[in-house]
């Protein structure tokens, strides 16, 4: 999968891990999600997804973000910036 460059607006489609304790077999499946913000980070297994940076914390900012693993994305769009 081609990702955009980094610090690139886009909107992520990607299958996050459910878990439940005490409940039907038949609720337990994985969940469909979609998640929009700015690539930050682009690793080997996963990539970063800030959906809020703070501004004045240098090279290590403060976000509210998420790690998605590369196997989970379904799909992204590049929004426009």
């Known amino acids: 999968m081609r990702l955009p460059k980094l610090n690139t607006l886009v ?3 990607w299958w996050d891990i459910v878990g439940l304790i005490n409940d039907r077999l038949s609720r337990l499946k994985p969940q469909r999600c979609t998640t929009t913000g700015r ?3 682009v690793e080997a297994e996963y990539i970063v997804i800030a959906t809020s940076i703070y501004e ?3 090279d290590d900012p403060t976000i509210d973000g ?3 693993p590369l196997g ?3 799909g992204w769009k590049r929004l426009r910036n």
Do not use: D, P, R, S
């Open 11 to 13: 909107e992520v489609t």
């Open 39 to 41: 690539l930050l980070k």
């Open 56 to 58: 004045g914390e240098g």
């Open 66 to 68: 998420c790690a998605i």
């Open 72 to 74: 989970c994305i379904e």
